[in-house]
């Protein structure tokens, strides 16, 4: 590793979507990155463009649900003496269909991806930031957090678990000199609708139900934009775009206007075959 590096980021979900756009965005001269992702090929272009803008890159192949691997790959890669500075928790999955239609398996498995493995992460590197009295650690999570998603409870579920533990951690964080932030992200283009677990609907029939609600999509690359700006102008608890702020801000204090919303989503999800 060069002795020019001047600082360190670890970003998961870099094989495509908003992780990649985040790993892409942060590259530059005098930067390490550790990008994590599940696909070979799409990991190694992600690299490429990040090694192109001059970022020093290491990729580890990794899929979030094997938790004992990654228990492994921390404890061997990242040991105390080897300084993050930052730390993108972008990784994610979902699964669509009414709660009844769910299966037990399919909760398992959002669980290790979108919670256990996240927290495990920020387990790992919270502690040796806080040694070092140094370090953010930036968990991308969901607008489903603040309001639920009828036809995603799942999701919703964990999401929401990312916002709790960002709850606990952004004052002990403060109180040792790490930062700890929480980022509400809305619809973003993205594979995670295409790799989702389907039960007792499509993927065809989600994507015309979300099209049809009329909120805003964004591409990877503006969330990405958006996320990072965010974190450097020192947010700690923020939602992007700006349908989603109002929705999270409304959530709290206006709840039946996140319920007429509920209901108009799962009236369009019904009205489509």
Known sequence: MSADIKRRVVVTGASSGIGREIAIMLAQPGVCLWIFGRGPERLKATGDLAREKGAEVQTVIL??????????????????????????????????????????????LLYKVNLLSPIQMCHHFYRHMIARKSGEIVLVSSLSAFTGYPTASFYATTKAG????????VYEGKCHGVSVVHVAVGYVNSSIYKNAIYRNTTYERTMKSIKK???AILEPREAAQKIVRGVERGKTNFATPAYATLMKWIAPRVPRLVNLVHRRMLKIHNSIL
Do not use: C, R, W
């Not at 649900?65 to 040991?79: A, K, R, W």
């Not at 990312?162 to 951690?169: A, P």
């Open 213 to 215: 609600l009329g909120f």
């Open 63 to 108: 899929d979030f649900s094997h938790i004992d691997e990654l228990t492994e790959i921390l404890n061997v890669n990242f040991p105390e003496d080897l300084p993050i500075d930052s730390v993108y928790l972008a990784a994610g999955m979902t699964s669509f269909g009414e709660f009844q239609y769910l299966k037990s398996e399919d909760l398992e």
């Open 162 to 169: 990312l916002l709790g533990l960002y709850k606990s951690l």
